[in-house]
């Protein structure tokens, strides 16, 4: 029975929120606090920014922005931003609304475009904004899933560009993770939005517990847990609680100990999952963070035989798998190893990286979701909003590699990661498992589970393609204009704020001190000038003396000869040796002797104070070995004897002329002649004023960093403007710009070297190009070569002579864009990367896979099935904007080839590539089958060139 409080709630939902009211009566569960504070505020005609933690269900926020658009006879776009999780939300609409209400579109999807829900990529939305496409005409909400990514560094733009540029009367729903600055983003939404309510909760309904895993046991990490775990008796006291707690860090400590005393060694992924089977804490997601130890990892477990499901799930398993693969050959089956990636599913343990083709993670994902897979071994890719909950998250390691090096994991991706953990309505509670290593403090990770702050920060910026739209669309001005609205500008802008005070106070303090330095004898700037150029003399000077000594050492050392007498002047081994080996190296010279005291080694050079200058000689057989103890003392017999009657401390070492610099005579001359010189209180005078010139350098420091913030985005605007304006893809018509028909071009092309295709596309450089040959061509604008590979294309195959000659001269188009933009100091653009050119070539040839990663592998490229998937995914994508281009802009030649190339890509993993799920497999919309007002209203949803 509900609470006198919760049916006055209901009551006034179903009076002044009756959409509300309606929309909590088809739900099968009541909703939280949060969720009603978004759907009321959506009711009341606002915008709306929800944050709340992974499975905390802010999606219903979103959900019922779709209910009002039904009900109030409107259309509404649901962004996401990786198409899997457009496609798991088309799914779930379609449920819900029926499949004839919604649509899906996703750059290489289109399903029933004309539908009032379209579920989209936030790209494919940012491109009909750009086009002014019809569908938007009856636009009356827009929800924005995973809204953080604005903070993402090569996507994020596209997040702020659909904000800002969306009509005024659409309203907004944004859905962001848990971020500790929400009112500061709110903030900004109600600049360029108007109303928008900021609803913030930190609520998990499912308990997250956090764990360490040392050798085989599981300890708490958090005391808290202990007390409050589901079952407990009742709430210990606080010296128990302390008790608990000491006892918990003791055994915790000694397990760590044994396990470091016993030679460390990483415990065995299969007796992990061992463990947590039994401990009733699966399903997991297992992160790995690495490809390799992901595949690895299921090797393992199929080595070790675990066995996680039965033998009804199993059938179920290779039904749902053959199914899905059905379409794929035999030949393409074995290339895969779909056989050990079938033996692992029918285990119940799978993993799932970029580097398995579309068909293999959709299928892990549905097992996974059906509860027929049990654990998942992925990399990080799995956090990204994909709706995989699971009971327990397992971290390997605290470290991963971000494409340049290896970080330790932020609060906010730890959060990420371990916020799958707890399926609502399933799980009582989840959790998080961290695997303890000898580098691994459990205080920090304790610090990392309970770090709350989280900030968004925007990574927008202008590029060319958003200029020339911006421009074409609403002109220069406005368009610099619409750029200083963006949440870069409003974060760099309030930034400004704080660095104002903090300059003004500088040069007050500087002024406050500058004021008060008086001295009856003279002018205290002067001197303290006079006294400044001379320490800064005498310190370049002392840097100048200690590398000229340093050389000096080394020098006189790589010319010692063996035999030569020395005496080493410092360190271990001081005193008089005899040089048996020196030799130069890149680094430092190699210097090995016997010193009278028996010991033979290398000598470090910073034993050495000034060059090294040999006291006498004497003999060294060639023969001798320094690694014999009788030879050492022997030899070192013959030192003593030879050096007793030489004058060593006289000698030891060579100084260097050391001349005194007359510039540091002259200044301190000046010093002594000046007149405060004279005065008791100098010292003081030259130390006050020496604060007061560090105040006055702080501001003009700060001063500068105000100006490079204000109007940055501006200025780089302005700056890609001016190349746009010098490669003729914009023309000046007295304070403004007009996009020419070059410009119309480029403005129809999203790629990160959008300009650089437009170019070559007007110059006509592919227009001879067969359809393999333009397909290597357009790859090289795409392809990023892992682990920081370049390939030149005299030595890397990529596929024939009119490739090499057409790559080669799309090469001296990109020098020459990037000279333009270099002078305009604008963005450049990326260089053109041929690795990948061979494979595009081959694939659209006819190939099989197999031929085609083989080949690769002889050019020395190693590349997956699912990694050879996705780049030839995005040469798609290219191909068919290239194919959609208007025939007056282009030779008709070249858009009809890029059609065939794009046409001839599509087959075998291709084919079944396009990340649909099974059930929407029927009824797809394609570009073969559109009629032609149908394909022109959604060309705006294609190029977004996104993976999934």
């Not at 360029?192 to 309510?197: H, I, L, P």
């Not at 050096?643 to 540091?664: F, H, M, N, S, Y």
């Not at 699912?866 to 802009?889: E, K, N, S, Y």
């Amino acid at each position: 029975m509900d609470s006198p409080a919760q049916a006055y709630s209901a009551a006034k939902d179903r009076s002044k929120y009756s959409q509300l009211a309606q929309f909590r009566s088809e739900l099968p569960f009541d909703l939280d606090d949060f969720q009603t504070a978004g759907c009321r505020a959506l009711e009341d005609g606002l915008g709306v920014l929800v944050c709340a933690p992974t499975g905390a269900g802010k999606t219903i926020v979103g959900e019922f922005a779709v209910h009002l658009a039904m009900a109030q006879g409107l259309g509404c776009a649901y962004t996401t931003p990786i198409k899997a999780l457009s496609n798991q939300k088309y799914a779930d609409l379609v449920t819900r609304y029926g499949a004839e209400k919604v649509g899906l579109l996703t750059g290489d999807n289109s399903i029933n475009p004309h539908a009032p829900i379209l579920v989209m990529t936030t790209e494919v939305l940012r491109n009909m904004l750009y086009v002014g496409s019809s569908t938007l005409d009856d636009l009356g909400f827009v929800v924005m899933d995973e809204v953080h990514y604005l903070a993402d560094r090569f996507r994020g733009a596209v997040w702020e560009e659909v904000i800002i540029h969306l009509d005024a009367k659409v309203q907004l729903v944004s859905l962001s993770a848990t971020v500790s600055n929400a009112e500061e983003f709110g903030e900004w939404l109600v600049t360029v939005r108007g109303d928008t309510a900021v609803v913030v909760s930190d609520y998990r309904p499912v308990p997250l517990w956090q764990h360490m895993m040392v050798g085989n046991k599981i300890y708490d990490l958090l005391d808290t847990e202990a007390e409050h775990r589901p079952g407990a008796a009742q709430k210990k006291s606080g010296a128990n609680r302390v008790l608990v707690r000491v006892a918990r860090e003791q055994a915790m400590r000694v397990e760590r100990r044994r396990h470091t005393r016993e030679k460390w060694r990483p415990p065995r992924r299969s007796d992990i999952v061992d463990r947590l089977d039994r401990g009733a804490l699966l399903p997991a997601i297992y992160f790995i963070f690495s490809r390799v130890g992901c595949d690895a990892a299921v090797e393992q477990c199929l080595r070790s035989g675990i066995r996680l499901i039965d033998d009804e799930d199993r059938e179920e398993v290779r039904r749902i798998v053959t199914g899905r693969t059905q379409s794929l050959s035999d030949a393409d089956l074995q290339v895969l190893g779909y056989w050990e990636w079938l033996d692992g599913l029918e285990r119940g343990v799978a993993a799932h990286h970029a580097g398995l083709i579309p068909i293999f993670k959709e299928t892990v994902e549905e097992l996974f979701l059906r509860g027929l897979c049990k654990v998942v071994f992925a990399t990080e890719t799995l956090a990204l909003g994909i709706n995989m909950p699971a009971r327990t998250v397992v971290l390997e390691r605290m470290v991963k590699y971000n494409g340049e090096s290896h970080n330790r994991l932020t609060p906010g991706e730890f959060t990420q990661l371990t916020g799958r953990a707890g399926r609502r309505g399933i799980d009582v509670e989840g959790h998080a498992v961290v695997i303890w290593g000898p580098d691994l403090d459990p205080n920090d990770v304790a610090g990392l589970a309970t770090t709350r702050t989280f900030p968004l920060r925007s990574s927008f910026r202008p590029s060319y393609n958003m200029a020339v739209n911006l421009v074409r669309q609403i002109g220069r001005e406005e368009g610099r204009h619409l750029l200083e609205q963006s949440f870069a500008q409003f974060q760099a802008d309030r930034a400004v704020v704080g660095l104002v005070k903090q300059r003004d106070q500088a040069a007050r303090e500087a002024r406050e001190v500058t004021d008060k330095i008086t001295c009856s004898r003279g002018s205290v700037e002067q001197y303290a000038d006079l006294r400044r150029a001379l320490s800064d003399l005498e310190k370049g000077a002392a840097k100048s003396r200690s590398a000229g000594r340093r050389d000096r050492v080394e020098s006189s050392v790589a010319a010692l000869r063996r035999g030569d007498i020395i005496v080493v002047p410092s360190g271990r081994h001081r005193g008089p040796a005899v040089v048996l080996e020196s030799v130069s190296t890149s680094d430092e010279p190699r210097l090995v002797v016997l010193t009278a005291g028996k010991w033979a080694g290398r000598v470090p050079m910073r034993d050495f104070h000034d060059a090294v200058i040999p006291v006498g000689r004497m003999k060294v057989n060639k023969s001798f070995a320094h690694r014999s103890a009788q030879a050492r003392r022997d030899l070192a017999a013959n030192l003593a004897n030879v050096t007793r009657d030489l004058p060593l401390k006289g000698a030891r070492i060579g100084r260097g002329a050391d001349p005194v610099d007359e510039q540091v005579h002259e200044l301190r001359a000046q010093i002594k002649a000046h007149p405060v010189h004279e005065c008791t209180d100098r010292d003081r005078h030259v130390r006050e004023f020496e604060n007061a010139r560090h105040a006055l350098r702080r501001a003009e420091t700060l001063t500068a960093r105000v100006q490079g913030r204000t109007t940055s985005l501006g200025r780089t605007f302005d700056s890609i403007c001016t190349v746009l304006e010098t490669l003729g893809y914009l023309e000046a018509d007295g304070s403004e710009f007009v996009v020419t028909d070059d410009g119309a071009l480029l403005s129809r092309l999203w790629s990160e070297s959008d300009l650089l295709a437009a170019d070559c596309l007007r110059r006509g450089l592919w227009d001879e190009l067969t359809a393999p040959e333009l397909a290597g061509v357009v790859s090289a604008l795409l392809y990023e070569s892992r682990s920081g590979e370049r390939f030149e294309t005299h030595t890397v195959p990529v596929g024939s002579k009119a490739v090499r000659a057409v790559l080669q001269a799309t090469h001296d188009v990109w020098a020459q864009i990037s000279e333009s933009a270099g002078q305009a100091n604008a963005p450049l653009i990326r260089e053109p990367d041929h690795g990948f050119a061979l494979a595009a070539y081959r694939w659209t040839v006819g190939d099989s896979l197999e031929q085609v990663l083989r080949n690769l592998r002889g050019a020395g490229v190693e590349l997956s099935p699912g990694d050879f998937v996705r780049w030839c995914r995005q040469v798609i994508d290219m191909l068919g904007q290239i194919a959609r281009l208007p025939t007056d802009a282009v030779d008709p030649s070249v858009t009809r080839t890029a059609h065939e190339a794009a046409s001839l890509m599509r087959r075998g993993v291709l084919a079944d590539s396009t990340g649909a799920l099974p059930a929407e497999r029927l009824g797809y919309v394609t570009d073969d089958n559109l009629g032609a007002a149908e394909f022109a209203e959604i060309d705006a949803t294609r190029g977004n060139g996104l993976t999934s």
